[in-house]
Nanobody
Framework: EVQLVESGGGVVQPGGSLRLSCTGS????????MSWVRRAPGKGLEWLSA????????WYADAVKGRFTISRDNAKLTMYLQMNDLKPEDTAVYYC??????????WGQGTQVTVSS
């Protein structure tokens, strides 16, 4: 069974930082492109960032560029999202995704990030 488990969410003040992790099992982790998306209260899914299989390339949405950094450690079957300078509008449930095409598309259960003073 394929599982992706996010962790590292929590409550942080504006300007603070968090590092999210996404650990996979049951799949050849290093063969998957990975991404982070979020869903803010009352809104749809928002794509944030993606990283290719070996971690050599990364892409970011304008909303997080310069504040968030995606990375991965395939030996640890884990992807990360370092989030700095957090803003109240970053409050959302954050999900990780592993993708190798429509038949191989997996999601984690999400981790809550709340940015509030």
């Amino acid at each position: 069974e394929v599982q992706l488990v996010e962790s590292g969410g929590g409550v942080v003040q504006p300007g603070g930082s968090l590092r999210l992790s996404c650990t996979g099992s049951g799949l050849p982790f290093g063969n998957y492109d990975m991404s982070w998306v979020r869903r803010a209260p009352g809104k749809g899914l928002e794509w944030l960032s993606a990283i290719n299989e070996d971690g050599s390339r990364a892409w970011y949405a304008d909303a997080v560029k310069g504040r968030f950094t995606i990375s991965r450690d395939n030996a640890k079957l884990t992807m990360y999202l370092q989030m700095n300078d957090l803003k109240p509008e970053d409050t959302a449930v954050y999900y990780c995704n592993a993708d190798r095409g429509p038949l191989y598309d997996y999601w984690g259960q999400g981790t809550q990030v709340t940015v509030s003073s």
